[in-house]
């Protein structure tokens, strides 16, 4: 900002010029967003109203619910609301939280080596690599996960055994929780590493220095002063890559399942290759009936649930930032 | 995917030079609605600016059956292309037009020469009555039973369950795919799988011979194979001009007729 005793007025009107066009185009996004909500909301009530709390709950199969309310009859009295999308909820939790937390020990590791400890060659391949892989479209990472691994996991991974011991109550194809977090992790990890790699870059080389001088070891270095102080921008990075993971549908539409189940942990370890399907998943297999009015509403219901929880994320995260900013980096 | 894609194709007629008495603007024919009767509406457009050159302009989307009924009757198309047949929950004021028929196999992995399910055999498998390949005669495999449908808004799922199944329920055990191809893959990688799908997408896989009877063109269009289904040609009200001329001309004419046998079952 140009103080007002500078008489310098070209770059001044330039500026203030900066300043209203972005300005304005700052708010129309904030607008635009609220929008957004706003109008999933709106379209996603009847499905809320309809069923109350118990639209979060479980009991009976969601599949058969979502199929009824397909079935709807035409007369808009009589459509048909009740879902219990437990199932759903549950498993886009399972799928996010298991990729985002298997990503932050590989991501943290692999940006610490990539800073700290990675030979300059090895590091000039790396880093691009690694930018690069955040970009791959996620359709791709679908693709290999429906042609190799689901196949792969089907067919060696489950033994016959395993799949009768269950058969009563859920299929065991391939198509499974750990397909769906493996790839989904694979996702994710390479924006995390980015962000840290940046933020660990970003910590004042005085303060590792310091720790130096004190003789402390590198790694020590790195994992009391530098990763301590890029810990905000770690919990930034993890809450982009839940908030990707949380909205990922065509990739975990192809390998996670494709039923409404609810993987169970007391199954052991055929809890791992149980199917299940997450919301974002559910939206766009049932995409085709969008035009089914209680239907849609009720995607748009799917919908407002994935929307509410990123912006809780993102509040949450704040949250959890302010008190590490104290001491922390922000790049 | 079922990702709506406006102007898929925009087949363009050639400017003719059109008697200044008829002289009108050229009318343009929109469509949308299911991803599989959009190849073969595709073909038939071309066949009939062929037949009729200049007589209109084409438009085709997709989106699935249910969009397509929900565009023409909200005036959005002139055309609404379902694979479904009609139900109660559609919209008042369209008509429906039937234009062919298309087959619906039921398919195993190429490891399981499965020949010849009774229709009690399919209802049997498809709603979790029989849950081991072992009970089902003529099955090369043994071991659970993996059952691949489509989810609940499509058009061959609907078809499936009126032709093949009746009243019977498909298990909720069941992997819902949402479209032809996610099935046939299910079904390709997995030895115990078994599943339905359209008959331009068998390649590769093992035709269960429903009531033992081939599924393919052939059988299809002799009548001898039963797992038939309709597609049609939604209009909002009686089809006109343009559009009924289109509509008649698929239905009646021996060109319509040969495109349509090249991957359909004809009406005629």
């Known amino acids: 900002m140009a103080g007002p005793a500078t008489p310098a007025s070209a770059p001044n009107r330039s500026d203030k010029r900066a300043e209203l066009a972005l300005g304005p185009l700052s708010s129309v996004v904030l607008v635009l967003i609220a929008g957004m909500v706003v109008f999933v909301l709106a379209k996603a009530w009847p499905s809320f109203a309809n069923n109350g709390l118990a639209w979060f709950g479980g009991g009976g199969n969601v599949d058969d619910q979502l199929l009824e309310i397909f079935n709807s009859p035409a007369n808009p009295d009589a459509y048909e609301y009740t879902i219990h999308a437990w199932p759903l909820l549950y498993a886009t939790a399972l799928v996010t939280g298991g990729a985002v937390i298997v990503g932050l020990a590989f991501a943290l590791f692999a940006a610490i080596f990539i800073v700290e400890f990675a030979p300059e060659r090895l590091r000039a391949v790396l880093e691009p690599v690694v930018r690069l892989l955040a970009a791959v479209p996620s359709v791709i990472y679908g693709l290999i996960g429906i042609l190799v691994l689901v196949p792969f996991v089907g067919n060696h991974l489950i033994s016959q055994g395993r799949k009768e011991s269950v058969a009563y109550v859920v299929q065991l194809s391939g198509n499974s929780l750990i397909v769906a977090v493996v790839v989904l992790t694979v996702m994710i990890t390479p924006i995390m590493i980015a962000l840290i790699v940046d933020a660990l870059r970003a910590v004042p080389g005085s303060w590792t220095e310091g720790a130096h001088a004190l003789g402390a070891n590198r790694w020590r270095v790195v994992w009391t002063i530098a990763v301590r102080a890029a810990r905000p921008a770690i919990v930034g990075a993890c809450v982009l890559a839940t908030a990707r993971a949380l909205g990922e549908a065509i990739m975990l539409s192809m390998v996670s399942g494709s039923v409404g189940f609810a993987p169970n942990p007391l199954d052991g370890l055929t809890f791992f290759v149980e199917p299940m399907r997450p919301l974002a998943a559910t939206i766009v297999d049932n995409a085709e009936g969008l035009s089914v009015k209680p239907l849609g509403q009720t995607l748009y219901a799917f919908a407002a649930v994935l929307l509410v929880s990123s912006l809780m994320l993102s509040l949450g995260a704040w949250a959890v930032r302010q008190p590490m900013k104290r001491y922390g980096v922000r790049p | ?268």
């Open chain 2, 1 to 268: 995917m079922k990702h709506r894609m406006p102007l898929a194709l925009t087949v363009m007629a050639l400017a003719v030079a059109i008697p200044a008495s008829t002289a009108s603007a050229r009318t343009t024919i929109s469509m949308s609605g299911s991803t599989s009767v959009a190849p073969l509406a595709a073909k038939l457009a071309k066949g009939y600016l062929k037949a009729h050159p200049g007589a209109a302009t084409f438009r085709l989307g997709q989106g699935g059956s249910d969009v397509g009924v929900a565009d023409v009757a909200a005036g959005r198309v002139t055309i609404g292309n379902s694979s479904r047949d009609p139900k109660a929950s559609d919209p008042g004021g369209i008509v429906w037009n039937r234009i062919a028929r298309d087959a619906i196999c039921i398919a195993t992995n190429s490891g399981n020469t499965v020949a010849g399910l009774t229709q009690a055999q399919v209802q049997a498998i498809f709603s979790g009555q029989v849950r081991d390949w072992s009970q089902v005669p003529g099955a090369t495999k043994s071991g659970p039973i993996d059952v691949v449908v489509r989810t609940a808004a499509s058009g061959t799922q609907d078809a499936f369950q009126k032709i093949f199944m009746g009243s019977a329920k498909v298990s909720s055990s069941a992997a819902q795919k949402a479209s032809n191809g996610l099935v046939a893959q299910a079904i390709r990688s997995d030895p115990n799988a078994v599943g339905y799908v359209s008959l331009a997408f068998t390649q590769g896989l093992n035709d269960a011979r429903y009531k033992g009877v081939a599924c393919n063109l052939r059988t299809a269009k002799s009548g001898q194979y039963e797992g038939v289904r309709n597609f049609w040609m939604v209009t909002r009200g009686k089809a006109q001009g343009e559009a009924l001329r289109f509509i008649r001309w698929i239905q009646r004419s021996r060109a319509a007729r040969a495109i349509t046998a090249t991957g359909w079952v004809p009406l005629h």
